[in-house]
Structure formats: structure tokens, C-alpha cells
């Protein structure tokens, strides 16, 4: 069976500071990983996925994540953070099959 | 256009009552899910149909069933609805063989139980 754990469940930051969202994942085989951002009050938008190749990929907005099999974890990062980032984020993995498994999520509060 | 949208935004109801939440995707997609997110924001599958059959069905009452008309619906019944059954409930699309079944999420359901 697959699992997720976001270990922070809230990360406050100042505007323009760097963040790192942390994800670790367990699956016995290939996987497929996923950041999705939800805004207050708003569904689920897709932010980036790992599928293969590169272990880093990149959002259109400066977000960036890296695939690390050996640390089994899928990190977000951003080195400078806005106000309209604030948002709940997801990690999820799948095994190429229908089911997508969820972390808890972790709360990104950014101040001014 | 909306890709994946659901009707009704939000839905206040008794304890006991029976009611239903609609969705509807126009990506093309052949699969769609419904998931279940509780008070604290975890998320959850319920079901998964593609091509109108059932694929995934989680540990879920059988106060709650699934239905999927053709393959851009998929409708979810809740009969005599609990307390607990209050949650927000986001369907969702994927296309199969289309890698990682990226799914494209509608914008909710805030479902309250009284």
C-alpha cells in the first residue's frame, strides 16, 4: 500500500523568504507524484508532477520540486514567497492506477 | 469553460435527509472519482468509475452510492444522511493511459448536516 506524510501541517513565512514543503512517500513500486495547491474556499489545481526524467520539475509560477528515490521524498520549494501563495498543498502519489493516495496537507500561511 | 463542475456549491440539510450531488466533466475524459474532505482537510477517495463501471470503492457506507449515467457524469446519493457525513466533496477527472492519471478536480460541495 502507498502512504504520504507531510510531517509540517502549517509553515509560516514571510513574504520573499524561502520555503520547503516537506513530503515523504512509501510505495514497493514505481510511482507517480504530485503537488496540488487549494486556495480558501477553491477545488484542487494540479502544481507539478514527477512522472520520470528529471528529478527536479518546475511550476509556471517559481515552484519547484525534487524526486529523491533513495530519501523516498518529493519536496517542494520556492526561494521567494508572495502573499497570494498562501494555501493549503498536497502531496499525493500514485502507482499509475486510478487511485491517487493524499498526504494530510501543510498549511502555507505567508505575511507581509 | 469549466472542466469539471458540480452542482450544488453548498447544501444545508437535516439529519436523515436523502440528497444528491452532481458532476460533470468536459475534458473527455473516460474516469471519474468523487473524494471526501474532512473538517481537517484530509482527503480521501471514496469512488472511482470508468467508462460507467465501477473500478474503485473504498470503505464506504452504503448510505452512499455512486452512479455514472455516461462517461462524463458521475453522481453521488447520500441516504439519511449523519452528522458526520458533513464534509466538503470534490469530484474529479482522468484520462487511462494518459501517465500518472493526472486528475483535474472540481471546485467542491461544502456539505452541512444539522
Known amino acids: 500500500a502507498q502512504s504520504v506524510t507531510q510531517l509540517d501541517s502549517q509553515v509560516p513565512v514571510f513574504e520573499e523568504a524561502p520555503v520547503e514543503l516537506r513530503c515523504n512517500y512509501s510505495s514497493s513500486v514505481s510511482v507517480y507524484l504530485f503537488w496540488y495547491v487549494q486556495y480558501p474556499n477553491q477545488g484542487l489545481q494540479l502544481l507539478l508532477k514527477y512522472l520520470s526524467g528529471s528529478t527536479l520539475v518546475e511550476s509556471i509560477n517559481g515552484f519547484e520540486a525534487e524526486f529523491n528515490k533513495s530519501q523516498t521524498s518529493f519536496h517542494l520549494r520556492k526561494p521567494s514567497v508572495h502573499i497570494s501563495d498562501t494555501a493549503e498543498y498536497f502531496c499525493a502519489v500514485s502507482d499509475g492506477f486510478q487511485k491517487l493516495v493524499f498526504g494530510t496537507g501543510t498549511r502555507l500561511l505567508v505575511s507581509p | 469553460d469549466t472542466a469539471v463542475s458540480q452542482t450544488p456549491k453548498y447544501l444545508v440539510t437535516q439529519m436523515g435527509n436523502d440528497k444528491s450531488i452532481k458532476c460533470e466533466q468536459n475534458?473527455?475524459?473516460?474516469?471519474m472519482y468523487w473524494y471526501k474532505q474532512d473538517s481537517k482537510k484530509f482527503l480521501k477517495i471514496m469512488f472511482s468509475y470508468n467508462n460507467k463501471e465501477l473500478i474503485i470503492n473504498e470503505t464506504v457506507p452504503n448510505r452512499f452510492s455512486p452512479k455514472s449515467p455516461d462517461k462524463a457524469h458521475l453522481n453521488l446519493h447520500i441516504n439519511s444522511l449523519e452528522l458526520g457525513d458533513s464534509a466538503v466533496y470534490f469530484c474529479?477527472?482522468?484520462?487511462?493511459?494518459?501517465?500518472?492519471?493526472?486528475?483535474?478536480f472540481g471546485p467542491g460541495t461544502r456539505l452541512t448536516v444539522l
Open positions: 474529479a477527472s482522468s484520462q487511462v493511459g494518459v501517465a500518472g492519471y493526472e486528475q483535474f
Open positions: 475534458l473527455g475524459h473516460d474516469t
